[in-house]
Nanobody
């Protein structure tokens, strides 16, 4: 089974930080562009950030730029999302996936392949 498993979410106060992990099993992340997505209650899933393979170029949605950092550790088959200065509007379930066509230009326009199987995601709640 090829899977991406998200972890690291939790409850945090505004201004706090979390680091999310996206770990692959059944395949290597080394040659794939990976995106982070999130879905808040009552809203559509939106692209947050992405990182390309080999060159590790990164892109961020306007809403998170300057606060979030995406990195990868191919030796650990993992992509991370460091989230700082968290806001209540960041509250959502966060998912990771391969981006369609290895796209990583505008995270708001990211899509996933038709055969993508979303994982369970990890819940991030920012509240005082």
């Amino acid at each position: 089974q090829v899977q991406l498993v998200e972890s690291g979410g939790g409850l945090v106060q505004p201004g706090g930080s979390l680091r999310l992990s996206c770990t692959a099993s059944g395949f290597s992340l080394r040659w794939h562009t990976i995106g982070w997505f999130r879905q808040a209650p009552g809203k559509e899933r939106e692209g947050v950030s992405c990182i390309t393979y080999t060159t590790a170029n990164t892109r961020y949605a306007v809403s998170v730029k300057g606060r979030f950092t995406i990195t990868r550790d191919d030796a650990k088959n993992t992509v991370y999302l460091q989230m700082n200065s968290l806001k209540p509007d960041d509250t959502a379930v966060y998912y990771c996936a391969k981006t369609s066509g290895n796209y990583c230009v505008d995270p708001a326009s990211m899509t996933v392949n038709d055969d993508n199987n979303w994982g369970q995601g990890t819940q991030v709640t920012v509240s005082s």
